[in-house]
T-cell receptor
Framework: AQSVAQPEDQVNVAEGNPLTVKCTYSVSGNPYLFWYVQYPNRGLQFLLKYITGDNLVKGSYGFEAEFNKSQTSFHLKKPSALVSDSALYFCAVRDSNYGGSQGNLIFGKGTKLSVKP | DVKVTQSSRYLVKRTGEKVFLECVQDMDHENMFWYRQDPGLGLRLIYFSYDVKMKEKGDIPEGYSVSREKKERFSLILESASTNQTSMYLC??????????????FGEGSWLTVV
């Protein structure tokens, strides 16, 4: 079965420090991986995705993610955290189970990032 | 930019009422989705549609139905609202799935409270 795991419910970081939000996945076939961010009372905003190619993917707002096939991980990173980065972060993988569409994403349960001044 | 618009941000409905949640996208996307978001459970797929008048059940379709009469519009219907359907509902859209790397774009969400 395909799945995504975000092992940390919450990550606390001081402003200016590097941050990492962890994600591991389990899929059959090639993984298509995504990160989204959700600010309070808002919808999900797309940050970045890995389809193929370079293992280091750069996205919006200075975020990047590293795809590691051997560890089946796709961790989200940022070199220097901002207070405004505080939000809920979701990792997702493309679901290949739905016949005819295969367009859906399977989401992790989310990690709350808190950046303190 | 892709825009997915959910017309109602906050709704309060009574148990047993029929509820319509409307969603419109402006990017001519074939795929549209309805998710439900609950704390600790992440996002769960209710229904999706890959073409006009076409729909497929997601993980939690019970108590819901959908309608897609036009390409740009995808409606979620709660036939008889119950308190356990109090939740945040998210609509989304994307290009066809032949390109599996296609991004799914989300609306701002509709907070539904059933009393």
């Amino acid at each position: 079965a395909q799945s995504v795991a975000q092992p940390e419910d919450q990550v606390n970081v001081a402003e200016g420090n590097p941050l990492t939000v962890k994600c591991t996945y389990s899929v059959s076939g090639n993984p298509y991986l995504f990160w989204y961010v959700q600010y309070p009372n808002r919808g999900l905003q797309f940050l970045l995705k890995y389809i193929t190619g370079d293992n280091l993917v750069k996205g919006s707002y200075g975020f990047e993610a590293e795809f590691n096939k051997s560890q089946t991980s796709f961790h989200l990173k940022k070199p220097s955290a901002l207070v405004s980065d505080s939000a809920l972060y979701f990792c997702a993988v493309r679901d290949s189970n739905y016949g005819g569409s295969q367009g859906n994403l399977i989401f992790g349960k989310g990690t709350k990032l808190s950046v303190k001044p | 930019d892709v825009k997915v618009t959910q017309s109602s941000r906050y709704l309060v409905k009574r148990t047993g009422e029929k509820v319509f949640l409307e969603c419109v996208q402006d990017m001519d996307h074939e795929n549209m989705f309805w998710y439900r978001q609950d704390p600790g459970l992440g996002l769960r797929l209710i229904y999706f549609s890959y073409d006009v008048k076409m729909k497929e059940k997601g993980d939690i379709p019970e108590g819901y139905s959908v309608s897609r009469e036009k390409k740009e519009r995808f409606s979620l219907i709660l036939e008889s609202a119950s308190t356990n359907q109090t939740s945040m509902y998210l609509c989304a859209s994307s290009l066809p799935s032949q390109g599996s790397g296609n991004t799914i774009y989300f609306g701002e969400g509709s907070w539904l409270t059933v009393v």
